[in-house]
């Protein structure tokens, strides 16, 4: 299980003894996998700032694991189909979180024990606010990106009444640069196929004759060009509308077609870049449409490529990491860390209130083996430190300070001090 329960009690021989107790009982039932928490001394001050203490350590580990929640969720969302290789790549110090938490050991270098614990806790809170406002920063963009990607892929997609025509249709299907005569493009049913070439002629005066060429086709039927007059063009249409021909409103603009085309190809090789550094290299002339298959077949040039091949078999492969993954890498390691390290503070400051001074407890790393076998376990700890029970209710008399989340009669009270660690929640 991905799963730890951290827990303390006090350091002395009677606690220690129980501490092996529980280890035994533990070991022997195969209930938990047991370590020894390593938690430095730190400056205590007063005991009302640990009670405030207590409190701002408590929201601040809520913030930390929903700030790694959430960098966890965007390296899927970046990864996309490669999620199979998120884990390898939410890692803590370069090591997997479960190996991470069970030999954790104090960043002396970054958080110096010998700095008082309030000066601790603000780096600690400092460092995560970075984090998430630089989160907050890239993930909107990449989202913005990913918005105006999805637009552009909305008009590849759909039959050929509402999908885009630039990556079907090519500068020789037209008649371009006349002051007289203009190409059309008509949709017409595949059953019809027949009465087109038969009546287009027709349609109207001024038709030139045998200028219909199928350029595309999808389910229900196919692109074609005609070619007439200009000064036709409205009668044309109506008489195509009467014989359910219709006449699609596309005029060539190369220019803008370039600029269609020119915009996908950069989303998508800036989309990649986040994840992967390799651009996606395109053919020349060759549109640039996402990674879905649109069943439009452009007929007759066999240079154009067909609107249902992939941008993966148009792209160069390549290994390395994009600058939005390679900094979720890197700060998710960094906000992870700093929330066991959190664990680590809450339980030290919860033990001192808890069990008084001078400072002498023991912490230690419970890793339950399954899900089913908690109950048990809870059952076991609480058999082995009900004793001190009674000391931590002499304790909160004495110093007459209402411990936050400390409260006899609640059902979730724990003789010990308790806090749990859920890696599940990241898988």
Not at 216 to 222: F, I, K, S, V
């Amino acid at each position: 299980m991905s799963e730890f329960w951290l827990i303390s009690a006090p350091g002395d021989q009677e606690n220690l003894q129980a501490l092996e107790r529980m280890n035994t009982v533990t070991s022997k039932s195969n209930l938990s996998y047991n370590t020894k928490f390593s938690i430095p001394d730190f400056k205590v001050g007063t005991l009302d700032s640990l009670v405030g203490l207590s409190d701002e350590l408590g929201k601040l580990d809520t913030f930390a694991e929903s700030l790694i929640k959430k960098m966890a969720q965007s390296v899927v969302d970046v990864m996309e189909d490669a999620k199979g290789k998120v884990p390898e790549n939410l890692l803590a110090s370069g090591v997997d979180l479960t190996s991470f938490v069970t030999h954790f050991e104090w960043d002396m270098a970054k958080y110096p024990a010998k700095q008082p614990l309030v000066s601790v806790v603000d780096t600690l809170a400092k460092q995560l606010a970075q984090i998430e406002t630089d989160l907050k920063s890239r993930t909107a963009a990449y989202n913005t990106l990913k918005t105006n990607l999805e637009n552009l892929e909305k008009k590849s997609m759909g039959n050929l009444f509402t999908r885009t025509l630039s990556d079907i249709v090519s500068k020789e299907d037209f008649v371009l640069g006349s002051e007289y005569l203009i190409t059309l493009l008509v949709i017409v049913p595949k059953p019809s196929y027949a009465q087109w070439q038969k009546t287009y002629e027709s349609l109207s005066d001024m038709v030139v004759p045998r200028s219909t060429k199928l350029i595309a086709e999808d389910n229900e039927g196919g692109l074609f060009t005609v070619t007439l007059f200009r000064k036709v063009i409205e009668d044309f249409k109506t008489k195509a509308k009467e014989n359910k021909f219709t006449v699609r409103e596309f005029y060539y603009d190369e220019k803008e077609i370039k600029r269609e085309r020119e915009e996908m190809s950069r989303l998508l090789s800036d989309k990649k870049q986040q994840y992967q550094t390799s651009c996606v290299a395109l053919k020349k002339g060759s549109s640039t449409f996402p990674d879905h298959k649109v069943k439009v077949t452009p007929l007759g040039n066999p240079d154009r490529p067909a609107a249902g091949q992939t941008d993966r078999e148009r792209e160069s492969e390549g290994e390395g990491e994009g600058p939005l993954l390679r900094w979720l890498k890197v700060n998710f390691s960094e906000a992870f860390v700093a929330w066991i390290h959190l664990k680590a503070l809450r339980v030290f400051v919860e033990s001192v209130l808890r069990y008084g001074l001078p400072v002498n407890f023991q912490a230690v790393l419970l890793q339950p083996h399954k899900k089913s076998s908690t109950k048990r376990l809870r059952e076991v700890l609480n058999s082995v430190f009900r004793h001190l029970d009674q000391v931590a209710a002499a304790s909160i008399l004495d110093a007459s300070v209402e411990i936050p989340g400390l409260q006899l009669s609640n059902q979730d009270y724990f003789p010990y001090v308790y806090f749990h660690i859920d890696l599940s929640l990241l898988d």
